[in-house]
Nanobody
């Protein structure tokens, strides 16, 4: 059974940084794509960034380009999202997700079959 556990969220002032972690267990992820998504109150869940576990290829939403870096540590089975220059509009619950059906990164949350419980990120102005 695949388990994903996020950590690293919190309260930060605008312009600050956070690094989110997603510890993965229960499977070999070499043929998976992994992603970070976020959901703000009253809004749909949206793609932030994704990474192909096998070769490390990455994909970013326009809102994340230049401010966020996604990475993974195969030895630790952990994925990260480094977020810099945070803005109040980045406030959301951030989720990590695994797509067991594709090594290619997809932006549609419904295509991901495993999800973590989420971690709250709050950016104050």
């Amino acid at each position: 059974q695949v388990q994903l556990v996020e950590s690293g969220g919190g309260l930060v002032q605008a312009g600050g940084s956070l690094r989110l972690s997603c510890a993965a267990s229960g499977h070999t992820f070499s043929n998976y794509a992994m992603g970070w998504f976020r959901q703000a109150p009253g809004k749909e869940r949206e793609f932030v960034a994704g990474i192909s576990w096998s070769d490390g290829r990455t994909l970013y939403a326009d809102s994340a380009k230049g401010r966020c870096t996604i990475s993974r540590d195969k030895a630790k089975n952990t994925m990260y999202l480094q977020m810099n220059s945070l803005k109040p509009e980045d406030t959301a619950v951030y989720y990590c997700a695994a797509d067991s059906n594709s090594i290619f990164i997809r932006r549609t949350p419904q295509l991901y079959d495993y999800w973590g419980q989420g971690t709250q990120v709050t950016v104050s102005s």
